[in-house]
């Protein structure tokens, strides 16, 4: 995909401050500190696009980005990071789960996974509901330049036993760094999005 035009739209703290219209969205969706923002602004060549930084839990809001003014990216709060008030954890629980579960515009999910460690507890439940759900999902090993050629390797093949991946569903590696991946990953979520647009033209029918 070329990427013509990328730009922030708004930031939401609640699911009826997301953006009006039927544009389709592509969640971004992972724990603390994973490098959401770094994948975002990469797979879109635009530094600094997304806000990013050493702190985990700085997305605390859902944030929107237009992309070729046809779709949009959407950087969800992570998940999982503890030193964080627990009142403040709840809501944002509360608040991906909304847009998960409520949002009538997702099209699909890129769930962001550090290769260099297992899935979590909660990464293997976001991606059992999301299969349950039949949300399209397009799980990326990220940060790939930390390891060697078969340290990756051997990483992608435990990441995909934990989550029961099959010899047909993709495992993207990522180097927000190199850009390993992108051209793979942009191929992925087209698909996904012709998906959903075939589905919305059967649906008016």
Same mark, same amino acid.
């Given at each position: 995909?070329?990427?013509?035009?990328?730009?922030?739209?708004?930031?939401?703290?609640?699911?009826?401050?997301?953006?009006?219209?039927?544009?389709?969205?592509?969640? #971004?969706? $992972? =724990?603390?500190?994973?490098?959401?923002?770094?994948?975002?602004?990469?797979?879109?060549?635009?530094?600094?696009?997304?806000?990013?930084?050493?702190?985990?839990? =700085?997305?605390?809001?859902?944030?929107?980005?237009?992309?070729?003014?046809?779709? %949009?990216?959407?950087?969800?709060?992570?998940?999982?990071?503890? %030193?964080?008030?627990?009142?403040? @954890?709840?809501?944002? $629980?509360?608040?991906? %789960?909304?847009?998960?579960?409520?949002? !009538?515009?997702?099209?699909?999910?890129?769930?962001? #996974?550090?290769?260099?460690?297992?899935?979590? !507890?909660?990464?293997? +439940?976001?991606?059992?509901?999301?299969?349950?759900?039949?949300?399209?999902?397009?799980?990326?090993?990220?940060?790939?330049?930390?390891?060697?050629?078969?340290?990756?390797?051997? +990483?992608? %093949?435990?990441? @995909?036993?934990?989550?029961?991946?099959?010899?047909?569903?993709?495992?993207?590696?990522?180097?927000?760094?190199?850009?390993? $991946? @992108?051209?793979?990953?942009?191929?992925?979520?087209?698909?996904?999005?012709? +998906?959903?647009?075939?589905? =919305?033209? +059967?649906?008016? !029918?």
């Amino acid at each position: 995909m070329k990427i013509v035009s990328a730009e922030f739209i708004k930031s939401a703290f609640s699911l009826k401050d997301c953006p009006a219209g039927k544009l389709p969205e592509i969640a #971004l969706a $992972g =724990r603390s500190n994973v490098g959401k923002s770094s994948f975002l602004n990469r797979m879109v060549n635009r530094k600094g696009l997304a806000r990013t930084g050493g702190t985990p839990g =700085r997305t605390r809001l859902i944030n929107f980005f237009l992309i070729n003014g046809a779709f %949009r990216l959407v950087d969800l709060p992570g998940y999982g990071y503890a %030193r964080v008030p627990e009142k403040m @954890r709840r809501e944002w $629980g509360v608040l991906i %789960r909304d847009y998960l579960e409520k949002r !009538e515009n997702l099209a699909g999910v890129v769930l962001i #996974l550090d290769i260099r460690h297992m899935p979590s !507890e909660m990464d293997i +439940q976001l991606y059992s509901w999301l299969q349950r759900e039949q949300v399209p999902v397009i799980p990326v090993a990220t940060k790939a330049d930390k390891l060697s050629k078969n340290q990756a390797g051997n +990483q992608v %093949r435990a990441i @995909r036993k934990v989550l029961g991946l099959d010899a047909e569903k993709p495992l993207a590696v990522f180097s927000a760094k190199t850009g390993q $991946g @992108r051209e793979e990953i942009w191929s992925l979520i087209e698909g996904v999005l012709g +998906q959903n647009s075939e589905l =919305r033209t +059967q649906n008016s !029918e």
